[in-house]
């Protein structure tokens, strides 16, 4: 009986054991399937919203055009008695709808270019007539460079040309109506410079012309509207100047003109509508500047006008398709700037306009073909930027854009013929670079045409009777 018992029990403990391992076996097999289903969630929003995710579109249009056909089809028939004939015609009208729609959509985005025979920075840029792309001199490894390079857009690739006959970084270029270059100071192994050299492209040669009255290091030069070049201020290693010069290419003279009102270098020279020249911020003999003066050509005078609303130097002025002035970033005092303003020549002031997005110093802008402006790198104060954005002069706001493939400050930016924009060398994150880039703006356009069903209308014009 015992024995009975005992093996019952046993019996009870198995059955217990197993419908205990059932529902273990159960949850396992429901956690498996709930852990199953959330990792297939996750997978298919990965695929949704980050790997499959469709190129963002800078903007759209789309435009929809309705033609319309019209076919008419006319019978007539003709019953003839007696006494009376009976003319009745039938008109058949078809008519066919067509609708095309035509999307057009603007992306942009930058790519990577052949690089430079040499790593450089504080070289020049100069968009030549023949669509080549001439860089200058520079700086890197306690050299200061005299080599230069041609950048064909059409192979995307760089050529060494002729040497110049001086090394230097921190100088000035200016694309002259013969075609030619000019290049004007800097500093080079020795001292500061004042000599100046054209570059021909026909001959891809380097020429020793007049040097200026003055050595210059980061002054501003700017291309007056008689062809004459104009530079403006620098540092000669002693002192910063206020002085200014104007070079004549037809004989290759410079001649001494007005000083400015103020002492300034790492400022910018802006060429106006009315052929004025905007000199504007930089670093004079005791501080940052915010003021501006205006010079004219036909008295060789400067004038005060309006102070911008910050002080800065190593900023950017570009002008606008209105002639106005957009000035943004630089630095003051250790802190660099994220403000910019818009200065109207024809009411000679200046107003506040929307702050980029970053700070930024010894940064590029381009004006592109669209009317807006290109803001690319320089530094923030501690390191360089690899942030690019762009200024709509309709709204006065700045858009970021995607960024560059190499941080960069002291580098250069060139419009190309082809609207693009060639971005290269200057000094990267923890080194002087060679590599360049391109930010194109591109456009795709779709063609969708939709043919609606042929409507048809019949109808009978009433009999005409004769007799």
């Known amino acids: 009986m015992d024995t009975n018992k005992a093996y019952a029990q046993l019996d009870i403990e198995q059955v217990r054991s197993n419908k205990w391992w059932h529902h273990r076996w159960f949850k396992i097999a429901c ?24 190129e963002k579109l800078d903007s759209t249009t789309t435009k929809t055009t309705t033609l319309s056909t019209i076919t008419t089809t006319i ?14 015609s039938s008109i058949t009208s078809t008519s066919t709808i067509i609708t095309s729609t035509i999307t057009t959509a603007r992306h942009s985005g930058w790519s990577n270019t052949g690089n430079m025979t040499e790593l450089r920075m504080e070289h020049t840029a100069s968009l030549l007539q023949n669509g080549k792309v001439l860089v200058t001199a520079g700086f890197y490894d306690d050299t200061h460079l005299n080599s230069s ?30 075609g030619k270059v000019l290049v004007t100071g800097g500093i080079g192994e020795q001292d500061y410079l004042n000599h100046a050299e054209l570059y021909d492209p026909s001959t891809e040669t380097w020429t020793v ?31 910063i100047l206020d002085s200014v010069e104007v070079y004549d290419p037809s004989t290759g003279i410079w001649t001494t003109t007005g000083y400015m009102a103020e002492a300034r270098d790492g400022h910018t020279a802006s060429l106006l509508p009315n052929g004025k020249v905007l000199a504007a911020g930089g670093f004079s003999r005791h501080t940052f500047q915010n003021t501006a003066e205006l010079y004219h050509p036909s008295t060789g ?127 990267g ?39």
């Open 149 to 178: 390079e041609l950048y064909d857009p059409l192979t995307g690739s760089w050529t060494s040309t002729g040497s110049m006959n001086q090394g230097r970084d921190g100088h000035t270029a200016s694309l002259l109506p013969n």
């Open 429 to 467: 994150d923890s080194t002087d670079l060679n590599t360049a880039e391109l930010y194109s703006r591109s456009i795709r356009t779709s063609i969708t045409i939709d043919k609606m069903n042929n409507i048809q209308d019949n109808h009978e014009i009433s009999p005409l009777t004769n007799g």
């Open 209 to 239: 012309t007049n040097s200026m009255k003055d050595k210059r290091n980061f002054a501003a030069a700017c291309l007056l509207a008689d062809g004459n070049v104009l530079v403006t201020g620098g540092f000669n290693g002693d002192t």
């Open 31 to 54: 956690l498996c399937f709930i852990i199953l289903a959330v990792l297939t969630i996750v997978l298919v929003l990965l695929l949704k919203f980050v790997i499959l995710v469709p």
């Open 301 to 427: 005078t400067w004038t005060t006008t309006d102070s911008m609303k910050d002080r800065r130097d190593y900023h950017t002025a570009t002008v606008l398709t209105n002639g106005n002035v957009l000035v943004t970033g630089g630095s003051y005092g250790g802190i660099t700037q994220n403000s910019a303003e818009l200065y109207d020549f024809s009411t000679e002031t200046w107003k506040t306009v929307g702050s980029m997005n970053n700070a930024r110093h010894n940064h590029q802008a381009v004006l592109l073909n669209d009317g807006k402006v290109l803001v690319t790198g320089g530094s923030n104060g501690s390191r360089a930027l690899h942030t690019a954005e762009l200024y709509d002069p309709s709204t006065e706001l700045w858009t970021t854009i995607g960024n560059m493939n190499n941080a960069r400050d002291y580098h250069t930016a060139c419009l190309l013929t082809d609207g693009n924009v060639l971005v290269a060398g200057g000094s």
């Open 75 to 88: 019978s007539t028939l003709t019953t003839t008695t007696t006494s009376t004939t009976t003319t009745t």
